[in-house]
């Protein structure tokens, strides 16, 4: 996303007049009935934790540092978010995905463990090796 991004996280990218894909995220976590969320940031962790807060939506958010955010990838974003993780079903999203509602109701209506892939893209090798 290269000059899209210097001044804010991917998350924050516009994707309409309204919307960034985060705060679109977050506002279908909430029509869901999502209360908590936790986050992981990286190197714009205040904007991101500010942004969230501008947002007013009824969120309780805990959000969890990944200082070696440059050198690692999102595995350990998790792992440094460990201790936050309730045992209870967890929805991971990736920040810098946008999807269709439907697609957030068939994870959540699932008894089981799942995920959601597009089966038009390639899967990102770096996430899979």
Same mark, same amino acid.
């Given at each position: 996303?290269?000059?899209?991004?210097?001044?804010?996280p991917?998350?924050?990218?516009?994707?309409?007049?309204?919307?960034?894909?985060?705060?679109?995220?977050?506002?279908?976590?909430?029509?869901?009935?999502?209360?908590?969320?936790?986050?992981?940031?990286?190197?714009?962790?205040?904007?991101?934790?500010?942004?969230?807060?501008?947002?007013?939506?009824?969120? %309780?958010?805990?959000?969890?540092?990944?200082?070696e955010?440059?050198?690692?990838?999102?595995?350990?974003?998790?792992?440094?978010?460990?201790?936050?993780? %309730?045992?209870?079903?967890?929805?991971?999203?990736?920040?810098?995905?946008?999807?269709?509602?439907?697609?957030?109701?068939?994870?959540?209506?699932?008894? %089981?463990?799942?995920?959601?892939?597009?089966?038009?893209?390639?899967?990102?090798?770096k996430?899979?090796i």
């Amino acid at each position: 996303m290269g000059v899209i991004t210097n001044e804010h996280p991917k998350c924050m990218t516009e994707i309409s007049y309204k919307d960034t894909i985060l705060s679109r995220q977050l506002r279908q976590l909430v029509s869901f009935g999502i209360e908590e969320v936790v986050m992981t940031t990286g190197y714009y962790d205040k904007i991101l934790v500010d942004y969230c807060d501008a947002l007013h939506l009824p969120l %309780k958010f805990t959000f969890v540092n990944n200082p070696e955010y440059a050198t690692t990838n999102y595995i350990y974003s998790i792992y440094c978010a460990k201790d936050h993780l %309730k045992d209870d079903d967890i929805i991971l999203m990736h920040g810098d995905l946008v999807f269709e509602s439907q697609v957030m109701e068939a994870v959540m209506s699932s008894e %089981k463990s799942c995920m959601a892939v597009s089966s038009t893209l390639p899967l990102p090798e770096k996430d899979y090796i």
